[in-house]
């Protein structure tokens, strides 16, 4: 079943993609987001969507953390200069491990052929696994907004040059979760 959360969103996606044809969509890139929840009631749900469309509905989704477009970062305790003041010292190593985390949990977050790699796992416990890989000129696009903003639409453009694969997965006894972005326009 559509939650209620989801009915302005797909409503969104409705409008902006009314009037296009499939060739429209020939070269296109495209978002694909797949989520299974596990039991007899576990929903699965399906987004297949093009990369464009999400540029195009993205400025107008106003919630208390998206707002054209754009994610607010900052806090008391750390400051958006911060943030870019890490991101851009990061982006300037070479490839390397900077945090590896081993025992209960294993944590591994580093850098490798042009993608930030975040790697984690119940380690001894097992209860699950989080594997995400950011090209890096998705992360550069992402700063590349005002000083207290993360620009989305400008990450999602530069997706648009990404070669296919996953973004991230997710395992867990409760559910399997795969982001990816490829040129087909179903999922495969």
């Known amino acids: 079943m559509l939650r209620p959360r989801l009915l302005p969103l ?47 509905i993205l400025p107008a989704v106003e919630s208390d953390d998206l707002k054209h477009g754009t994610v607010r970062i900052g806090n008391e305790d750390m400051g958006n200069a ?33 993608f930030l790699i975040v790697k984690a796992d119940g380690g001894k416990h097992k209860k699950g696994t989080v594997n995400a890989r950011v090209p890096i000129r998705v992360v550069d696009a992402l700063f590349s907004g005002n000083s207290n903003e993360l620009n989305i639409v400008a990450a999602v453009h530069a997706l648009g040059d990404y070669q296919d694969g996953d973004l991230v997965t997710v395992e867990d006894d409760d559910s399997h979760v795969r982001i990816w972005v490829d040129s087909a326009e179903q999922a495969k």
């Open 10 to 56: 797909a409503a969104a996606l409705l409008l902006a993609s009314s009037g296009l044809t499939a060739s429209t969509f020939a070269a296109e890139r495209w978002l694909h987001v797949h989520v299974d929840e596990a039991g007899e009631d576990g929903e699965k749900v399906r987004v297949n969507i093009p990369l464009s469309i999400v540029e195009k």
């Open 82 to 114: 911060d943030l870019r003041k890490m991101w851009e010292a990061v982006r300037t190593l070479e490839d390397a491990d900077f945090i590896t985390v081993q025992g209960t949990q294993n944590l591994r977050v580093g850098k490798q052929g042009g």
